[in-house]
């Protein structure tokens, strides 16, 4: 995937991980971006921050002491190589974990 292309696909799926928590509840989960970083603060106190990375071609999560590297699969979406987990489930299962709010991604 050539650069072009990585900052598409980024960009792309930010936007759907945004648009997708754009109807949950602020007080449950704030949802603000900057520069191409999402960011979540949960009720509570956990925030989760998800950026592309370009020089590596992946998005970034970072919560509660853990960093994950995703990369992108050629089917689409998201996957960390080191632990075999996809961005999307990753995220909800986080969400769920600290809060117990159940997202649908």
């Known amino acids: 995937m050539d650069e072009a292309d990585f900052d598409r696909a980024a960009k ?19 949802v603000s971006t900057s520069e191409g970083v999402l960011r979540l603060d949960l009720r509570d106190g ?14 970034w999560m970072a919560a509660v002491a853990t960093a994950w590297h ?27 974990e600290r809060i117990g709010l159940q997202l649908s991604l």
């Open 12 to 30: 792309d799926e930010l936007h759907a991980l945004e648009d997708a928590l754009a109807d949950v509840d602020p007080d449950e989960v704030e």
């Open 70 to 96: 995703f990369d992108p699969l050629a089917s689409g979406g998201w996957r960390a190589a080191k632990t075999g987990e996809d961005l999307r489930p990753t995220l909800v299962r986080l969400v769920h």
């Open 46 to 59: 956990t925030r989760i921050v998800i950026n592309s990375h370009r020089a590596a071609r992946q998005i």
